[in-house]
């Protein structure tokens, strides 16, 4: 019998986001404060100047599906960044996770957030075992091949930045608690400064200039205050 239909793509075949499971039942639990309010300020001050807003995918404790052949394997980074997709599934819905085979994009930047319980896999310090997944650093480093992946111990303020060459991670080096991402065009860094209440040393993106990209309430905080000048200038009295 003489097959009429051509057969159908690996992409038509495989599981997308709606077939794979969005939970993760090795990290039960809901993240501490530090989890939810460190993501939230690497996401509201990464903007690549290349890239409009629609084309930027960033996400935080999401399944990361990388390996068409094991469909169930991901990894669920504390934050990551894709360049160039779409902000929406398909343009219409949010992701339930990102599923590389089906996205056609790989991440171009990870950053995990150590904790005591992981530290040893996200610093690439556990061997493979038998049968089981590849570590987080063999999926970043071999797999997927992101080019930056940033670590951060918010325990001892330490920032480490790994780029991959060749298919290998190297290490930079920092100065003054800030490096330049060429790739990204943006540098990240440490930053002291009070974020939803909280003053610490925080990780955040910085332009090209050097400045601190602000965040919305910063940017909001700042029109206010040029608005308040400005009257005072004119002679207007806002205090009234």
Partial sequence: MFQTDPPRSAKEVLPTM????????????????????????????????NYPEDQVFIASDLNLYYDPNHTLWFKRPDWFAVLGIPRLYQQTELRLSYVVWQEGIDPNVVVELLSPTTEKEDLGKTLREINQPPTKWEVYEKILRVPYYIIFDRYTNHLRVFQNLAGRYQELTITNSRIWLPEL?????????????????????YDATGNWIPTPVELERAKTERLAARLRELGINTEE
């Avoid at 993240?31 to 690549?48: A, C, N, Y």
């Avoid at 930053?191 to 955040?204: A, H, S």
Wanted: glycine share 10%.
């Fill in 18 to 49: 709606y077939d794979l499971p969005s939970e993760s039942l090795e990290e039960p639990g809901l993240p501490d404060e530090f989890h939810v309010s460190q993501p939230q300020l690497l996401r509201e001050t990464f903007i690549p100047p």
């Fill in 185 to 205: 065009e943006l540098g990240i860094g440490l930053w002291q400064g009070t974020y939803q209440g909280v003053p610490r040393l925080w990780l955040r993106w």
